[in-house]
């Protein structure tokens, strides 16, 4: 690892002015989990980084009931899976958050430091989508607000500018009889990155499904909203065999990547596993029948 200047600002406009300025010679750093090991295989070599750590606008968790969840960007993955707040209102949130990679990672990393990461394979940004996430950035030249489909823009891409940073999450309130559901593959229990990611929120009457939101990550460039899938639900009602029609229509409505972790072919096959059981968890359908092998 190279040396660098390490800097603390305090304000979102100070911080935007110092990444502005230095531009391509300096990174922002939250939690630094993956910031870190990129320096240290030198696939990155800033001469300054631009810790947001002192900014209090990028901290805490808080819930209304008009305007729902807000998650400063500074929240660590521990934070989110424990909070009192994300538990009641947003179980599949602390579920996932729960989950995320492994103890260490959790306790260091930051919601906002991984979706700018912008990973494929990581679990935060397919949940937030089936639950209609805006990010909120900020820098010297004010705030945007954009959908978490329009944040994530590529593999290993996103949105925001030069002098931008994530400031926030927003999580719209979720209506009453809305229930959701993260269910993740992992090839052996040593990983920590899944294969394969199915978040399914739903608002339902028994096994009567009035609104689904449906997405896949881990499989696919970026997390992928499925957007025929959560049509062909909305109004059923829900058993086995519709379970696995509608996991029919994820696996070919998605676009699979290929790479030394799978080929295409067999992630697709593992979304329409993971996205079967992701239903029927949901619906609370029977894993072992026939038709759910």
Same mark, same amino acid.
């Given at each position: 690892m190279r040396d660098f200047d390490y800097l603390e600002p305090t304000t979102v406009d100070e911080a935007s002015r110092m990444l502005g300025d230095l531009g391509d010679e300096c990174r922002a750093i939250a939690g630094g989990t993956a910031l870190m090991l990129g320096m240290r295989q030198r696939m990155l070599?800033?001469?300054?980084?631009? @810790?947001?750590a002192r900014i209090e606008a990028l901290r805490g968790i808080d819930f209304d009931p008009r305007n729902g969840l807000r998650i400063g960007a500074l929240s660590r993955h521990a934070d989110v899976a424990n909070s009192a707040i994300v538990q009641k209102h947003y179980p599949v949130l602390a579920s996932m958050a729960s989950r995320v990679a492994n103890p260490q990672v959790r306790n260091q990393g930051t919601i906002g430091g991984n979706l700018c990461y912008a990973d494929p394979s990581t679990d935060p940004p397919g949940c937030l989508m089936a639950l209609d996430a805006q990010i909120v950035l900020g820098s010297a030249r004010g705030?945007?607000?954009l959908s978490i489909e329009e944040f994530l823009v590529d593999y290993y891409v996103t949105a925001l500018e030069p002098d931008e940073m994530v400031v926030e999450i927003r999580v719209p309130p979720l209506a009453a009889g809305t229930t959701g559901v993260y269910t993740r593959f992992l090839r052996t229990a040593a990983e920590h990155r899944p294969? %394969? @990611?199915? %978040?399914?929120v739903a608002r339902r009457e028994g096994l009567l499904c009035r609104e689904a939101k449906l997405s896949v990550g881990a499989s696919t460039p970026i997390p992928t909203r499925l957007r025929r899938a959560e049509s062909f639900l909305e109004g059923r009602t829900v058993t086995a065999d519709i379970a696995a029609e509608v996991a029919d229509i994820i696996a070919a409505d998605i676009e699979p990547v290929s790479d030394a972790r799978g080929s295409a072919d067999f992630r697709r096959d593992m979304v329409r596993i993971v996205a079967r059981r992701t239903v029927a968890e949901l619906f609370g359908l029977d894993l072992n029948e026939g038709a759910l092998q």
């Open positions: 070599t800033p001469t300054h980084l631009v @810790s947001l705030e945007r607000v294969l %394969a @990611s199915v %978040a399914l």
